[in-house]
T-cell receptor, first 112, second 110 residues
Framework: EAGVTQFPSHSVIEKGQTVTLRCDPI?????LYWYRRVMGKEIKFLLH????????ESGMPNNRFLAERTGGTYSTLKVQPAELEDSGVYFC??????????FGSGTRLTVV | DAKTTQPNSMESNEEEPVHLPCNHS???????IHWYRQLPSQGPEYVIH???SNVNNRMASLAIAEDRKSSTLILHRATLRDAAVYYC???????????FGAGTTVTVRA
C-alpha cells in the first residue's frame, strides 16, 4: 500500500510569509496526526484528526497554526505568519484504529 | 504522561543481537509499551508494541518484565540498516498521542 505522503519535502520562506504543508494519509486511515521537531528538541505532538474532526489539538503552539482535513482525506497545516522559531521538521502520521502509526518522511521548514 | 528512560546510545556489530533497555517504573495498567525508530532523514517508523506478554514480529521482539516496570527491544541480527534512533513510548489505551523522548541512538559496525 502507498505510505503517508507529505509535500513539499523542503520549504524555505521568509519570516512573516505563509506556508501550507500537505499530508496525504494512507487510504482508509481515519486517524491523522501532525507532529514536529524543532531544532534541538524532541518530536512533539501537535494535533489529531478523526476523519474530518479535530479530536485533540492540545499541542498546537499558537493561533498562527491552522490545521484542516478536507472530507476526512488529506490534511493541510498552515502557518501564518511564519516566525523563525517555527523552523523544524513537520511530520504527519496516520493510523487505523489502535494500530501502529505510519509516518511520512516529513517537511523540513526553514524560516529565514 | 508516564515517562520512560533509555540509554543515550548503544553500539553493536553487524549480525549480532541488540538488546535495547527501557525503564518505565511509573507505568499504569492501561499503558501500552510502544517502540518506534527513526532512520536518518526519515519519519519515525513503528516497530512493535505490547501490553503484558512478550511480542514478536518480523522486525523485532519485545520482552516485558513481569512487573511491567521495564522492557527490552531485541533486534535479533543487526544490520547496517538498523542504525537509527529507537524510541520507547508509553501510550495509554485511551490516548492516541505519542510522547517521544530522546531515544537511544544505535550504531551498527560493519
Amino acid at each position: 500500500e502507498a505510505g503517508v505522503t507529505q509535500f513539499p519535502s523542503h520549504s524555505v520562506i521568509e519570516k512573516g510569509q505563509t506556508v501550507t504543508l500537505r499530508c496525504d494519509p494512507i487510504s482508509g486511515h481515519d486517524n491523522l496526526y501532525w507532529y514536529r521537531r524543532v531544532m534541538g528538541k524532541e518530536i512533539k505532538f501537535l494535533l489529531h484528526f478523526v476523519k474530518e474532526s479535530k479530536q485533540d489539538e492540545s499541542g498546537m503552539p499558537n493561533n498562527r497554526f491552522l490545521a484542516e482535513r478536507t472530507g476526512g482525506t488529506y490534511s493541510t497545516l498552515k502557518v501564518q505568519p511564519a516566525e523563525l522559531e517555527d523552523s523544524g521538521v513537520y511530520f504527519c502520521a496516520s493510523s487505523h484504529q489502535d494500530y501502529g502509526y505510519t509516518f511520512g518522511s516529513g517537511t523540513r521548514l526553514t524560516v529565514v | 504522561d508516564a515517562k520512560t528512560t533509555q540509554p543515550n546510545s548503544m553500539e553493536s556489530n553487524e549480525e549480532e543481537p541488540v538488546h535495547l533497555p527501557c525503564n518505565h517504573s511509573t507505568i499504569s495498567g492501561t499503558d501500552y509499551i510502544h517502540w518506534y525508530r527513526q532512520l536518518p532523514s526519515q519519519g519515525p517508523e513503528y516497530v512493535i508494541h505490547g501490553l503484558t506478554s512478550n511480542v514478536n514480529n518480523r522486525m523485532a521482539s519485545l520482552a516485558i518484565a513481569e512487573d511491567r516496570k521495564s522492557s527490552t527491544l531485541i533486534l535479533h541480527r543487526a544490520t547496517l540498516r538498523d542504525a537509527a534512533v529507537y524510541y520507547c513510548i508509553l501510550r495509554d489505551v485511551d490516548d492516541y498521542k505519542l510522547s517521544f523522548g530522546a531515544g537511544t541512538t544505535v550504531t551498527v559496525r560493519a
